[in-house]
C-alpha cells in the first residue's frame, strides 16, 4: 500500500527531528491535507501497519550512522599519520646488490663534516674526496669545470646569477656505449653556514651507495653521476653540465634527487615532459610509493627550483624525489648528521635503485608522450592514468546527479535547499580557512620564513595535529548548523568575532576580517538547510562536479585532490538517501567508502601542510572541503544535530589541547638553537664602516654583536648589497688590504665598452650592480648576453659566486652612455683587527651570510671606457 507522509508542522526542523508525521494513506492532495494536519499527530517511528512501519533494523543503522562517521574519520586519520612514517633503515650487513641506509650514511661522515657552499675552500675538500672515492670504486670520474649564469627574480628583484662551478661526473658504464644513459643527479654544495647533511648531501649518500649496488649488475647502459655544484647559487652546475658537457646530448632519463628538511618519506614531487611510461614502471617497482602530479604542478609555478629544472625545460623525461620533513632544518646549522633520519635515506634509496636498475639493464627506456594523472592511495600503492580517466570520473558524478534529482523535489522551499547546497563548499571552505588563520596567528605564527616563530616551527608536529583537528571540528560544527535553523545567529555572530580576534597579535588583519564577514552571511544560508533533504545535496554535489569540470579541462594535475574524491562523494550521496530508510549494508558501504576517501584527503592535508603550512596554514581548506562535502550525506534531519553539535565540541576542544601544547612547549635549545647573524661592511671609498644585522627582529646575541659598535643599532640601507634597511651601528675603521678593483677600457674592433670587476683575494660572493639613464641592448657577461641593463634607470643586479683571481668581464655598446657600477664582495671570516664577536653558547648558531666582511666600492665607466672611482 502506498503512503504518503508530510511533517505536522510544516518545513521546519524542530518538527522533523521530533519525528512528527502526517499520513495520507488515502493520497488526499496535498493541499486538503494540510487544511486538517493539526487532527493527526503521530510518530514516525511508532507506525504500524498500513500506517507507517520503520523496522528495528533501521532504527539500529540510525543509532550507528554518526559513530560510524566517526569512526571513519578516525581511521582515516591514523591512516594518513600512519603513512608518514619512515622504514627503518637497513644494517651494513644486508646483501651487497640491496641499498643500506647504514651504508650510506658512513659517506655522510664526510660530506656532511662541516659547511662547504661554492667557492670555499670547504666545498673543493668535498669535489676531492668525491672524486677519490669514486675513482676507487671503479668508475670513470672527471671535474667538470665552466660556468654559468641564470636570470631570477622579477621587478626590483631581478638580476642575474652566475658562478664558476666544479661538477664531479662519474659513469658507470654498459654494454652499449651508444644507449641513452640514465643520469643521476645531486648537488654536493651547501649554502653558508649549514653542512647540509639533507640538503644535499642526503642525496650524494644515496647516490654513492647506489653506484656501489649496480656494480655486478649487467648493464645495458651507461648510468652517469653527476654531483653538481652551486645548485643554491641558481642551479648553475647543472645549467652548466647541460649546456657544454659531451655526455649531456646522450642522456635519456634524469633522476634527482633533493631535500628541503631532514625527515619524512621520498617523494615524487615533480616528472619531466611525457612521463606517463616512466611513472608506470616506477609504481611497480617502488615499495611504498609516494607522490602526486599536484605537487609537481604546483611546483611549476613556484618561484623556486632545482636541478630538474634544468633537464625538465629541455624535454627529458625524469623523476624528482625529495624529503620535506622537519623543515626547521632547512638551509640551517642543525641539518647535521645526527638529526638526518635514516629511515629517510634507506626510504629515498629504496626508491630509487630499484628503478634504476631496471633503466639499467633493459634494452629499452620507458618513453612516452603522453601525460599521466598519478597519485599513491591508502596503502601504500600508487596508480598513474591517462588525462582523459577525468572524465569518467564527471560521467559518474553526473549519473549520480540525475539520481538526486529525481529525488529531489522543487516545491515548498526546494530550490532555497539546493541555493544552500550550492554554497556549502564556500562555506566549508572559508570556514576552515578562517579557523586556521586565527589559531595560526594567535600562536605568533608569522610569515613562511624560516627565521621567525621557531619555537612554532620546532612543535611542527603538535601544530599540524592541531589544526587538522580544528579543521574536523569546525566541519562537525558545520553539519550541526545544517540541523539547528536556531544556531543561525550564533554562528554569523561567532565568525565575525573570530575574524576581528585574528588582529589580537601580529596587527591588523584585513583578510582575516573579511573572512569571518563572508562565513557568517553563508552561515545564515546554510542554517538548518538540512531539512531540505535532497535538494540540499544536488546543490552542493553540483558545484563539486563544476570544479571538477573544470579542473579536468584546465589542469588535471590537481585531479587527484580536486576531481577524483568526487566518485566517493557521489557513491555516498547515492547509498544514503535523505528520507528513505537506511540499511546496514549501505551504512557499511558508505562508511568504508568514507574512510577511504578521508585517508586519501588526509595524506593530501598532512603533505600540503608539511610542504607550505608553515606561513599559509589556510592550505588545510582545500582537503578540509572533500570532509565536508563527504558529511553532509550522513546529516539526517530525522535523527537531530545535538550528538552532531558535542561530537564537534569534543574535537574543537582536543585541537585547543594539541595547539596550546604546540604553543607551550619550550624547544630544546640544543636540538633547536637560536639563530644570529653579525656582518662586517666596509666602504673604504667613503670611509664608512658598520657592523650589521639583515635579521628583521633582532636576536640578543645579535643585538649584542652590533652593541660592540658606536650607538643603538638603526635602521640603514646599503644598497650596493640590495638591503633596503638592515640593523647597523657605525664601526671603528679597519684596514683594507686589497680593494674591489674596476679596469674600464674600450674595445674599438667591436665598438663596447669593457668593464672587468677583479674582487680580493679570498671572495666567496661578489656582488655587482649596474645602471644607465638609457636601454643598453646586449650586455655581454662573459662573452654570454645576458638581462642587465634593459631598463633605464633602473639598478640591474648580478651576484657571482666564486669570482676567483680573473674576475669578471662585463661588455655593453659604447653608445649606451655612462653606466654606473656598485660592487660588493664576500670574504667568509670577520676582520682580524675589528672588535671581535661574542662569543656564541652551544644554543646559538650563525645563519646564512653571518660572519662575512663585505668591501664596498663604486665606480662610473664613461662610454669611452673611462671611469671615475670613489664615493656615491
Given at each position: 500500500m502506498?503512503?504518503?507522509?508530510?511533517?505536522?508542522?510544516?518545513e521546519?526542523?524542530?518538527?522533523?527531528?521530533?519525528?512528527?508525521?502526517?499520513?495520507?494513506p488515502?493520497?488526499?492532495?496535498l493541499?486538503?491535507?494540510?487544511?486538517?494536519?493539526?487532527?493527526?499527530?503521530l510518530?514516525?517511528?511508532r507506525?504500524?501497519?498500513?500506517?507507517?512501519?520503520?523496522?528495528r533494523?533501521?532504527r539500529?543503522?540510525?543509532?550507528y550512522?554518526?559513530?560510524?562517521?566517526l569512526?571513519?574519520?578516525?581511521?582515516?586519520?591514523?591512516?594518513?599519520?600512519?603513512?608518514?612514517?619512515?622504514?627503518?633503515?637497513?644494517?651494513?650487513?644486508?646483501a651487497?646488490?640491496?641499498f643500506?641506509?647504514?651504508r650510506?650514511?658512513?659517506?655522510?661522515?664526510?660530506?656532511?663534516?662541516?659547511?662547504?657552499?661554492t667557492?670555499?675552500?670547504a666545498?673543493?675538500?668535498?669535489?676531492?674526496?668525491?672524486?677519490?672515492h669514486?675513482q676507487?670504486?671503479?668508475?670513470?670520474?672527471?671535474?667538470?669545470?665552466?660556468?654559468?649564469?641564470?636570470?631570477?627574480?622579477?621587478?626590483?628583484?631581478r638580476?642575474?646569477?652566475a658562478?664558476?662551478v666544479?661538477n664531479?661526473?662519474?659513469?658507470?658504464?654498459?654494454?652499449?656505449?651508444s644507449?641513452p644513459?640514465?643520469?643521476?643527479?645531486?648537488?654536493?654544495?651547501?649554502v653558508?653556514?649549514s653542512p647540509?647533511?639533507?640538503?644535499?648531501?642526503?642525496?650524494?649518500a644515496?647516490?654513492?651507495e647506489?653506484?656501489?649496488?649496480?656494480?655486478?649488475d649487467?648493464?645495458?647502459r651507461?648510468?652517469?653521476?653527476?654531483?653538481t655544484?652551486a645548485?643554491?647559487?641558481g642551479?648553475?652546475?647543472?645549467?652548466?653540465f647541460?649546456?657544454?658537457?659531451?655526455?649531456?646530448?646522450?642522456?635519456?632519463?634524469?633522476?634527482?634527487?633533493?631535500a628541503?628538511?631532514?625527515?619524512g618519506?621520498?617523494?615524487?614531487?615533480?616528472?619531466?615532459?611525457?612521463?606517463?611510461?616512466?611513472?608506470?614502471?616506477?609504481?611497480?617497482?617502488?615499495?611504498?610509493?609516494?607522490?602526486n602530479s599536484?605537487?609537481?604542478?604546483?611546483?611549476?609555478?613556484?618561484?623556486?627550483?632545482t636541478?630538474?629544472?634544468?633537464p625538465?625545460?629541455?624535454?627529458?623525461?625524469?623523476l624528482n624525489?625529495?624529503?620535506?620533513?622537519?623543515?626547521?632544518?632547512?638551509?640551517?646549522?642543525?641539518?647535521?648528521?645526527a638529526?638526518?633520519?635514516?629511515?629517510?635515506?634507506?626510504h629515498?634509496?629504496?626508491?630509487?635503485?630499484?628503478m634504476?636498475?631496471q633503466?639499467?639493464?633493459?634494452?629499452?627506456?620507458?618513453?612516452?608522450t603522453?601525460?599521466?594523472i598519478?597519485?599513491?592511495?591508502?596503502?601504500?600503492?600508487?596508480?598513474s592514468?591517462?588525462?582523459?580517466?577525468?572524465?569518467?570520473?564527471?560521467?559518474?558524478?553526473?549519473?549520480?546527479?540525475?539520481?538526486?534529482?529525481?529525488?529531489?523535489?522543487?516545491?515548498?522551499?526546494?530550490w532555497?535547499?539546493?541555493?544552500?547546497?550550492?554554497?556549502?563548499?564556500?562555506?566549508a571552505?572559508?570556514?576552515v580557512?578562517?579557523?586556521?588563520?586565527?589559531?595560526?596567528?594567535?600562536?605568533?605564527?608569522?610569515?613562511?620564513t624560516?627565521v621567525?616563530?621557531?619555537d612554532l616551527?620546532?612543535?611542527?608536529?603538535?601544530?599540524?595535529?592541531?589544526?587538522?583537528l580544528?579543521?574536523?571540528?569546525?566541519?562537525?560544527?558545520l553539519?550541526?548548523?545544517?540541523?539547528c535553523?536556531?544556531?543561525?545567529?550564533?554562528?554569523?555572530?561567532l565568525?565575525?568575532?573570530a575574524?576581528?580576534?585574528?588582529s589580537?597579535?601580529?596587527?591588523?588583519?584585513?583578510?582575516?576580517?573579511?573572512?569571518?564577514?563572508?562565513?557568517?552571511?553563508?552561515a545564515?544560508t546554510?542554517?538548518?538547510?538540512?531539512?531540505?533533504?535532497?535538494?540540499?545535496?544536488?546543490?552542493?554535489l553540483?558545484?563539486?562536479?563544476?570544479?571538477?569540470?573544470?579542473?579536468?579541462?584546465?589542469?588535471?594535475?590537481?585531479?587527484?585532490?580536486?576531481?577524483?574524491?568526487?566518485?566517493a562523494v557521489?557513491?555516498?550521496?547515492?547509498?544514503?538517501?535523505?528520507?528513505?530508510?537506511?540499511?546496514?549494508?549501505r551504512v557499511?558501504?558508505a562508511?568504508?567508502?568514507?574512510?577511504?576517501?578521508l585517508?586519501?584527503v588526509?595524506h593530501f592535508?598532512?603533505q600540503?601542510?608539511?610542504?607550505i603550512?608553515?606561513?599559509?596554514p589556510e592550505?588545510?581548506a582545500?582537503?578540509?572541503a572533500?570532509?565536508?562535502?563527504?558529511?553532509?550525506?550522513?546529516?539526517?534531519?530525522?535523527?537531530g544535530?545535538?550528538?552532531?553539535?558535542?561530537?564537534?565540541?569534543?574535537?574543537?576542544?582536543?585541537?585547543?589541547?594539541?595547539?596550546?601544547?604546540?604553543?607551550?612547549?619550550?624547544?630544546d635549545?640544543?636540538?633547536?638553537?637560536?639563530?644570529s647573524?653579525?656582518?662586517?661592511v666596509?666602504?673604504?671609498?667613503?670611509?664608512?664602516?658598520?657592523?650589521?644585522?639583515?635579521?628583521?627582529q633582532?636576536?640578543?646575541?645579535?643585538?649584542?654583536?652590533?652593541r660592540?659598535g658606536?650607538?643603538?643599532p638603526?635602521?640603514?640601507?646599503?644598497?650596493?648589497?640590495d638591503?633596503?634597511?638592515?640593523?647597523?651601528?657605525?664601526?671603528?675603521?679597519?684596514?683594507?688590504?686589497?680593494r674591489v678593483?674596476?679596469?674600464?677600457?674600450?674595445?674599438?674592433?667591436?665598438?663596447?665598452?669593457?668593464?672587468?670587476?677583479?674582487?680580493p683575494?679570498?671572495t666567496r660572493?661578489?656582488?655587482?650592480?649596474l645602471?644607465?639613464g638609457?636601454?643598453v641592448?646586449?650586455?655581454?657577461?662573459?662573452?654570454?648576453?645576458?638581462?642587465?641593463?634593459?631598463?633605464?634607470?633602473?639598478?640591474?643586479?648580478?651576484?657571482w659566486?666564486?669570482?676567483?683571481?680573473?674576475?669578471?668581464?662585463?661588455?655593453?655598446?659604447?653608445?649606451?652612455g655612462?653606466?654606473?657600477?656598485?660592487?660588493?664582495?664576500?670574504?667568509?671570516?670577520?676582520?682580524?683587527d675589528?672588535?671581535?664577536?661574542p662569543?656564541?653558547?652551544?644554543?646559538?648558531?650563525?645563519w646564512?651570510?653571518?660572519?662575512?666582511t663585505?668591501?664596498?666600492?663604486?665606480?662610473?665607466?664613461?662610454?669611452?671606457?673611462?671611469?671615475?672611482?670613489?664615493g656615491?
Amino acid at each position: 500500500m502506498s503512503i504518503e507522509c508530510v511533517c505536522i508542522l510544516g518545513e521546519s526542523e524542530k518538527c522533523l527531528t521530533e519525528r512528527k508525521w502526517l499520513c495520507n494513506p488515502a493520497n488526499v492532495p496535498l493541499l486538503d491535507l494540510r487544511r486538517v494536519r493539526n487532527s493527526f499527530l503521530l510518530h514516525a517511528a511508532r507506525f504500524k501497519g498500513g500506517r507507517m512501519n520503520t523496522s528495528r533494523a533501521s532504527r539500529v543503522v540510525a543509532l550507528y550512522r554518526l559513530p560510524l562517521l566517526l569512526l571513519s574519520i578516525v581511521i582515516a586519520a591514523w591512516s594518513a599519520w600512519s603513512a608518514q612514517k619512515t622504514p627503518p633503515p637497513q644494517p651494513a650487513s644486508i646483501a651487497t646488490a640491496e641499498f643500506s641506509a647504514a651504508r650510506a650514511m658512513q659517506h655522510l661522515s664526510w660530506i656532511a663534516a662541516e659547511p662547504h657552499p661554492t667557492g670555499s675552500a670547504a666545498a673543493a675538500r668535498v669535489r676531492d674526496q668525491l672524486v677519490n672515492h669514486l675513482q676507487q670504486a671503479g668508475l670513470q670520474v672527471a671535474v667538470h669545470r665552466g660556468h654559468a649564469a641564470a636570470e631570477y627574480g622579477s621587478g626590483d628583484g631581478r638580476g642575474v646569477r652566475a658562478a664558476n662551478v666544479e661538477n664531479v661526473v662519474a659513469v658507470l658504464p654498459g654494454r652499449d656505449r651508444s644507449l641513452p644513459a640514465v643520469l643521476l643527479m645531486a648537488h654536493y654544495d651547501t649554502v653558508p653556514h649549514s653542512p647540509g647533511a639533507a640538503d644535499d648531501g642526503l642525496g650524494v649518500a644515496v647516490m654513492l651507495e647506489i653506484s656501489r649496488a649496480l656494480q655486478r649488475d649487467v648493464r645495458q647502459r651507461d648510468v652517469v653521476f653527476l654531483f653538481t655544484d652551486a645548485e643554491e647559487a641558481g642551479l648553475l652546475g647543472a645549467r652548466a653540465f647541460f649546456a657544454s658537457h659531451p655526455l649531456a646530448s646522450r642522456i635519456g632519463t634524469v633522476i634527482n634527487l633533493e631535500a628541503r628538511g631532514s625527515s619524512g618519506r621520498a617523494v615524487v614531487f615533480e616528472t619531466g615532459p611525457g612521463n606517463a611510461a616512466l611513472l608506470g614502471t616506477f609504481a611497480k617497482l617502488a615499495p611504498q610509493p609516494l607522490g602526486n602530479s599536484l605537487t609537481g604542478f604546483v611546483y611549476r609555478y613556484m618561484p623556486n627550483g632545482t636541478d630538474f629544472t634544468v633537464p625538465a625545460q629541455k624535454g627529458i623525461p625524469g623523476l624528482n624525489f625529495a624529503i620535506i620533513g622537519s623543515q626547521i632544518d632547512y638551509h640551517a646549522a642543525t641539518a647535521s648528521v645526527a638529526n638526518l633520519d635514516p629511515g629517510s635515506v634507506q626510504h629515498m634509496g629504496a626508491q630509487v635503485l630499484p628503478m634504476v636498475r631496471q633503466l639499467a639493464t633493459s634494452a629499452t627506456l620507458p618513453t612516452s608522450t603522453q601525460e599521466a594523472i598519478y597519485s599513491d592511495l591508502p596503502g601504500g600503492w600508487m596508480i598513474s592514468v591517462p588525462t582523459w580517466s577525468g572524465w569518467c570520473v564527471l560521467a559518474f558524478g553526473l549519473l549520480v546527479l540525475v539520481v538526486v534529482a529525481r529525488r529531489a523535489t522543487f516545491n515548498q522551499g526546494g530550490w532555497r535547499g539546493m541555493v544552500s547546497g550550492v554554497a556549502w563548499w564556500p562555506l566549508a571552505l572559508l570556514s576552515v580557512a578562517l579557523a586556521v588563520r586565527v589559531s595560526y596567528r594567535l600562536l605568533g605564527g608569522g610569515d613562511a620564513t624560516l627565521v621567525n616563530n621557531r619555537d612554532l616551527l620546532a612543535a611542527f608536529s603538535k601544530l599540524a595535529a592541531g589544526e587538522g583537528l580544528l579543521a574536523i571540528g569546525v566541519v562537525l560544527a558545520l553539519g550541526a548548523l545544517t540541523l539547528c535553523r536556531a544556531a543561525r545567529k550564533p554562528a554569523a555572530v561567532l565568525a565575525v568575532l573570530a575574524g576581528a580576534c585574528a588582529s589580537l597579535r601580529g596587527g591588523f588583519d584585513a583578510i582575516a576580517l573579511v573572512l569571518g564577514v563572508v562565513v557568517a552571511l553563508l552561515a545564515w544560508t546554510s542554517a538548518g538547510a538540512a531539512v531540505r533533504g535532497e535538494s540540499m545535496r544536488l546543490g552542493a554535489l553540483l558545484v563539486a562536479w563544476i570544479i571538477g569540470a573544470v579542473v579536468q579541462v584546465l589542469a588535471p594535475e590537481l585531479a587527484p585532490l580536486l576531481l577524483w574524491p568526487l566518485l566517493a562523494v557521489a557513491a555516498v550521496v547515492w547509498l544514503l538517501p535523505a528520507h528513505a530508510p537506511l540499511t546496514a549494508l549501505r551504512v557499511l558501504a558508505a562508511a568504508v567508502i568514507t574512510a577511504f576517501a578521508l585517508a586519501h584527503v588526509f595524506h593530501f592535508a598532512l603533505q600540503l601542510f608539511e610542504a607550505i603550512g608553515f606561513g599559509t596554514p589556510e592550505v588545510l581548506a582545500l582537503p578540509f572541503a572533500w570532509l565536508a562535502m563527504l558529511l553532509l550525506p550522513w546529516v539526517r534531519v530525522a535523527h537531530g544535530g545535538r550528538w552532531f553539535a558535542i561530537a564537534a565540541f569534543v574535537t574543537l576542544l582536543s585541537a585547543a589541547g594539541v595547539l596550546a601544547a604546540a604553543s607551550l612547549t619550550q624547544a630544546d635549545r640544543t636540538r633547536y638553537p637560536e639563530l644570529s647573524q653579525a656582518l662586517f661592511v666596509a666602504d673604504p671609498d667613503n670611509q664608512q664602516y658598520h657592523r650589521v644585522s639583515p635579521l628583521s627582529q633582532l636576536s640578543d646575541w645579535s643585538r649584542g654583536a652590533l652593541r660592540v659598535g658606536q650607538g643603538e643599532p638603526a635602521r640603514l640601507p646599503i644598497p650596493a648589497l640590495d638591503w633596503a634597511g638592515v640593523w647597523a651601528t657605525k664601526a671603528d675603521a679597519i684596514a683594507v688590504p686589497e680593494r674591489v678593483r674596476f679596469e674600464p677600457s674600450f674595445d674599438a674592433a667591436t665598438g663596447q665598452s669593457v668593464l672587468r670587476v677583479l674582487a680580493p683575494a679570498g671572495t666567496r660572493e661578489l656582488r655587482v650592480r649596474l645602471k644607465s639613464g638609457a636601454v643598453v641592448r646586449n650586455v655581454q657577461l662573459q662573452g654570454e648576453a645576458v638581462p642587465l641593463l634593459d631598463e633605464a634607470d633602473r639598478w640591474s643586479r648580478l651576484r657571482w659566486q666564486a669570482p676567483g683571481p680573473d674576475g669578471i668581464e662585463l661588455r655593453w655598446p659604447a653608445d649606451g652612455g655612462p653606466v654606473e657600477v656598485q660592487a660588493a664582495a664576500g670574504i667568509d671570516g670577520w676582520p682580524k683587527d675589528a672588535a671581535p664577536l661574542p662569543a656564541r653558547s652551544a644554543h646559538i648558531v650563525p645563519w646564512s651570510t653571518s660572519d662575512m666582511t663585505w668591501i664596498l666600492g663604486a665606480t662610473r665607466v664613461s662610454p669611452e671606457g673611462g671611469a671615475h672611482q670613489g664615493g656615491r
